[in-house]
């Protein structure tokens, strides 16, 4: 751990400590724990550790929590749909990077390779949709939480019918970021105090229980299984966003620093490195090194390229 941070403050600049909750430094951290600990669950899938497998979900809820609240900040500020063009730009590009590298050595090795498909970014360009269209249309943002909501009982329903878990556990999630930041007093006393951050954690750890139980497991994908999904996803990843607040001083790395400013792109490029043997330390090690320096790599080109179309 020391030579991880050794090595981010090679890239990066450490955390100021003393910043308010859900400012940039705070989101930035929240970020990059969400990236750590799906990777943890990735890599952990690999060697069949079932138990880390919450942590996934946990991290995308966080993911999405940020990018509601992000979303209606800059709107809140901006008032206009520039930046929302920045948003998508932010999210495509760096997808587009990734597939093009893997199709050139796909082209270059004669061997085929698996084309990057990633789930979350359908679904959070769904919800930018969904967004610009309540910011587009008259009157409609003054009924964002009635669109939103029905919008996101219709996904989780849907996805659940059509089994798709992975969504239907997060539905709610992109809705409680656009709660944050409207109600931002209210949210910030719920989600720095330790006892109700406490109280979320026993929430969530309960309906993890519950969901080991056979009669529940064997549920599958059925609205009572995905609402368990989702309302233990949602408990932990908030209990999660308020306890790197409180306990903000401990994240003043400089790994911390970099995983920030790259956690995106880091979700990318690991995922089409789980393949390579990670057997032993200097396995892990390796993975982990070639994830980071390769999504700081797609960092760059991408915000050298977004400057010169926003």
């Avoid at 698996?114 to 959070?124: H, T």
């Avoid at 009669?215 to 790197?244: E, N, Y």
Wanted: charged content about 15%; some cysteine; hydrophobic content about 50%.
């Amino acid at each position: 751990m020391c030579t991880l941070d050794g090595g981010g403050g090679l890239f990066e600049d450490k955390q100021e400590n003393d910043y308010k909750f859900m400012s940039v430094q705070h989101t930035n951290i929240c970020r990059a724990i969400a990236a750590i600990i799906i990777i943890i669950q990735h890599v952990s899938g690999g060697f069949e550790i079932r138990y880390l497998t919450p942590l996934g979900g946990i991290g995308v809820a966080m993911f999405l929590i940020l990018s509601g609240y992000g979303l209606n900040e800059s709107y809140k500020k901006k008032k206009s749909g520039g930046y929302w063009k920045k948003k998508v730009v932010r999210v495509l590009i760096p997808y587009l990077i990734v597939s093009m590298v893997v199709i050139g050595l796909q082209i270059l090795c004669s061997f085929k390779i698996e084309i990057p498909y990633y789930w979350y970014l359908d679904f959070i360009l769904f919800w930018y949709l969904v967004f610009y269209l309540i910011i587009s249309i008259p009157g409609m943002y003054a009924k964002r939480y009635w669109i939103l909501s029905v919008t996101s009982i219709m996904v989780f329903i849907a996805c659940t019918m059509a089994g798709s878990g992975l969504r239907a556990e997060q539905a709610l999630s992109f809705l409680i970021g656009i709660w944050i930041s409207d109600n931002y007093e209210s949210a910030r006393e719920v989600l720095t105090n330790k006892g109700i951050l406490f109280t979320l954690v026993i929430i969530g750890g309960v309906l993890l229980m519950t969901k080991q139980i056979p009669i529940i497991r064997i549920q599958g994908d059925t609205v009572l299984w995905q609402g368990i999904q989702l309302g233990m996803k949602v408990s932990f990843a908030m209990a999660l966003i308020g306890f790197i607040y409180c306990f903000r001083r401990i994240f003043n790395s400089g790994f911390i620093a970099l995983v920030s400013k790259i956690s995106y792109e880091l979700y990318l490029v690991h995922f089409r490195l789980l393949r390579l043997p990670q057997k032993g330390v200097m396995g892990m090690c390796s993975f982990l090194g070639l994830s980071i320096i390769g999504a700081w790599v797609v960092n760059k080109i991408s915000s050298y390229i977004k400057k010169r179309i926003c």
